[in-house]
């Protein structure tokens, strides 16, 4: 069983950045694929980055390449989403979440992910 926090959501100004945290519990942390989703009110939760457990290999959603950037820190047992560059419609709330069956590959699909944290919301003013 893996837990997960999230945390660095809050307000900032169209262009500007945020750094989310997502912390676990666990002593195999390395063995997780870990994946960040977002999910606006009334809408699907959707992919937005993965990361493999090494850190090897990352994949990023087409509306969030070259301003997002996904990283880990096994050391800490923390994943991590830079913001760059954002704007309103980055406005929802972000999931991190670990999936347990293959750390050597990323992860597209929520339904390939087991564990999900608890959310944090993020709001650009324009």
């Known amino acids: 069983q893996v837990q997960l926090a999230e945390s660095g959501g809050g307000l900032v100004q169209a262009g500007g950045s945020l750094r989310l945290s997502c912390a676990a519990s666990?002593?195999?942390?390395?063995?997780?694929?870990m994946g960040w989703f977002r999910q606006a009110p009334g809408k699907e939760r959707e992919f937005v980055a993965s990361?493999?457990?090494?850190?090897?290999?990352?994949y990023y959603a087409e509306s969030v390449k070259g301003r997002f950037t996904i990283s880990r820190d096994n050391t800490k047992n923390t994943i991590f989403l830079q913001m760059n560059s954002l704007k309103s419609e980055d406005s929802v709330v972000y999931y991190c979440?670990?999936?347990?069956?293959?750390?050597?590959?990323?992860?597209?699909?929520?339904?390939?992910?087991?564990?999900w944290g608890q959310g944090t919301q993020v709001t650009v003013s324009s």
């Open positions: 990361i493999t457990g090494t850190g090897s290999s990352t």
């Open positions: 666990g002593r195999t942390f390395s063995m997780y694929t």
């Open positions: 979440a670990a999936d347990k069956n293959q750390p050597w590959l990323v992860a597209l699909t929520k339904d390939e992910y087991d564990y």
